[in-house]
């Protein structure tokens, strides 16, 4: 029997359950939009600047890159897995591409070696995760001291300035007035949904993520697939560590500080089981919006940073512990 034939079996349970996981999934997703729409009158009332063009455009494109960086982080979490170096993936890959050696050679140039930097850095975790048989939460936690030491090292402790035009004027470009960064997490975000829910590889994460070894039994190359998910979550912090080169037109070792929480806060937030086996990437962003939306109102009110991230810290437990109920009751 081929893998592709016995691992569809262990990924569909059965009619009636794939349907009542549908219906609870878009339940989920109507509960996150209406949370949006509560926090957009919440913000209305709070703050007069809220609904202004500039704040709403601000918002998205906030969210654009943690959203990028959260797709990548979505599939490793479904696949079982946590990445707690994305942060320090996306500091090393914009340090990288930033080099004058590296700028030299035009935009393009400096784009592929983001990518390649972050899908480098994401191969060695996957590697000593899967094929050395190492926990993530250390593999990762290791990934992200190192990557931050390594690109502190690369700047010299120096902030690098982007000289390519081309790679800022990806902040300033509007296509039909949406800003182009939001179109690029559109983008990666409909790739990430096409590649979980209609290819083989997403029914093999799912499996994976539900019961690591029955999906080895049916059959998966499971050190080969859980690989790949890190590879991927790198590559996605690759094209972020793009983008946010273009938001702030430099390089440093201290982008992307704090990244890896605000990601698997919004993967949770989106209802993506933490213990792996179910999740949605359209949940995910809705999340990233969720979070960016509150973390708007929390600026424009002028809370304090210590008071913005006790909010947000209380509000990753609260969703861990609806999750559970609703895990209970399901």
Request: hydrophobic fraction near 50%.
């Amino acid at each position: 029997m081929s893998v592709e034939q016995s691992a569809a079996p262990t990924v569909t349970t059965g009619g009636p359950t794939v349907l009542a996981r549908m219906r609870g999934t878009e339940i989920r997703n109507l509960g996150l939009v209406a949370v949006l729409a509560v926090l957009v009158v919440i913000g209305a009332i709070t703050s007069e600047n809220f609904l202004t063009g500039d704040n709403l455009e601000n918002i998205l494109v906030s969210s654009s890159v943690i959203g990028v960086v959260t797709v990548g982080a979505t599939f490793v979490i479904i696949g079982g897995g946590i990445d707690l170096s994305v942060g320090a993936i996306v500091a090393l890959a914009s340090v990288w591409a930033t080099t004058l050696a590296t700028q030299s050679y035009g935009p393009w140039m400096m784009a592929l070696c983001a990518i390649l930097v972050g899908a480098g850095a994401g191969l060695v975790n996957g590697l000593l995760i899967s094929y050395g048989r190492m926990v993530p939460f250390i593999v990762t936690l290791a990934m992200l001291v190192s990557a931050r030491g390594l690109a502190a090292r690369l700047a010299d402790n120096r902030t690098q300035i982007v000289t390519q035009q081309p790679i800022k004027d990806l902040a300033t470009t509007d296509v039909l007035g949406i800003p182009l960064l939001v179109i690029l997490l559109a983008a990666v975000a409909t790739v990430g949904w096409v590649l979980l829910n209609r290819t083989t590889f997403g029914r093999r994460v799912f499996a994976i993520g539900g019961n690591t070894e029955a999906a080895r039994l049916a059959g998966i190359d499971v050190r080969r697939n859980t690989a790949l998910l890190y590879v991927l979550s790198g590559t996605c912090c690759g094209i972020a560590a793009i983008m946010l080169l273009a938001r702030t037109t430099t390089g440093s070792s201290t982008h992307g500080n704090l990244y890896e929480l605000d990601a698997i806060a919004a993967v949770i937030i989106g209802g993506t089981l933490l213990s792996g086996g179910r999740g949605t990437l359209i949940g995910s962003v809705l999340g990233v919006l969720v979070f960016t939306t509150i973390t708007n109102i929390f600026i424009l009110n002028n809370l304090a940073t210590e008071t913005q991230n006790i909010a947000k810290g209380l509000i990753i437990v609260a969703a861990v512990l609806l999750q559970r109920r609703a895990n209970r009751e399901s």
